[in-house]
């Protein structure tokens, strides 16, 4: 990864620090895309600490939850970034209990899908201008036990936190494969991983005896790492998009996320919603 540059969301914690740690040692340059900056710059001292300074860390901060944060961050970034050789789509919650963004969305569809849709077609032509180039967008296996619900985008009905978690999950395996089947020919590839069950603070809101049988039962970020970098960076996958991992195995997702009617209907839905053309 030496002399590339990749772009991560919620690149302070978790699955997504990990990923920074397991770049930077391959010497890329990574933009760690934090909510909070003090905790990403804490995080970029760390991973440095590390990596004995090997690789390049630039901490910005955008917030997923308000698509005017997401623009603002997309701007600069254009602005101040040559290339974009890789965007990883990692951030994402789970809270327990409803809340809406600033821009009136269900949190988690605006959080885990409908941010992650803004930014990645704002970045869009940076990509292209890089290519080859990849965007990897992390979801869960748990999309099987999602359905897309489009009348419940903006909170209209009764919120049932692992139903809105399986929900966002599909949507961001659908855009991948969408995404792939427009970037065809362009030497973009749109690839998406379930990074396994993994202890993070995605779990922060749980109940403290919830956090710890996660604690004991779930893999350690190290393992969750393992699918995205390889998606990312594995010369042998140059050329493959719209294809799917759970940790670091090719797997078929659901047949919804497969779906070109599903697909067509949420990316046009979502295009309103962003004020996109």
């Known amino acids: 990864m030496d002399g590339k540059t990749v772009v991560l969301t919620g690149a302070n914690t978790g699955i997504g620090k990990q990923t920074t740690l397991e770049l930077a040692k391959r010497g890329a340059r990574v933009v760690m895309a934090c909510r909070d900056a003090a905790r990403g710059e804490a995080a970029r001292e760390e991973i440095l600490a590390e990596t004995d300074g090997r690789g390049e860390l ?157 604690g004991f039962m779930f893999k350690d970020v190290a393992v969750g790492a393992k699918g995205p970098v390889l998606v990312a960076t594995d010369p042998a996958l140059a050329d493959a998009s719209g294809r799917y991992w759970k940790e670091t195995t090719e797997t078929e997702p659901s047949a919804e996320a497969r779906d070109p009617a599903v697909a067509s209907r949420l990316w046009e839905q979502s295009v309103r919603f962003c004020g996109l053309t």
């Open 58 to 214: 630039d901490v910005r901060e955008v917030d997923l939850s308000s698509l005017a944060s997401v623009r603002a961050f997309a701007e600069k970034t254009n602005a101040e970034l040559p290339r974009i050789d890789v965007l990883i789509n990692n951030a994402g919650i789970f809270p327990q209990k409803g809340w809406k963004t600033v821009d009136g969305f269900e949190a988690q569809f605006g959080v885990n899908y409908l941010g992650p849709f803004l930014l990645t077609n704002l970045l869009l032509d940076k990509l292209r201008a890089s290519a080859p180039s990849r965007i990897v967008h992390l979801t869960s296996m748990l999309h099987t036990k999602g359905t897309l619900d489009f009348e419940s985008f903006r909170g209209e009905k009764p919120y049932k936190a692992t139903a809105a978690y399986n929900q966002s999950k599909l949507a961001n395996l659908v855009f991948s494969n969408e995404l792939s089947r427009r970037l065809e020919g362009t030497g973009v590839t749109s690839n998406a991983v379930h990074p396994g069950t993994i202890s993070t603070d995605i779990t922060r809101e749980m109940p403290w005896v919830v956090r710890k049988l996660v």
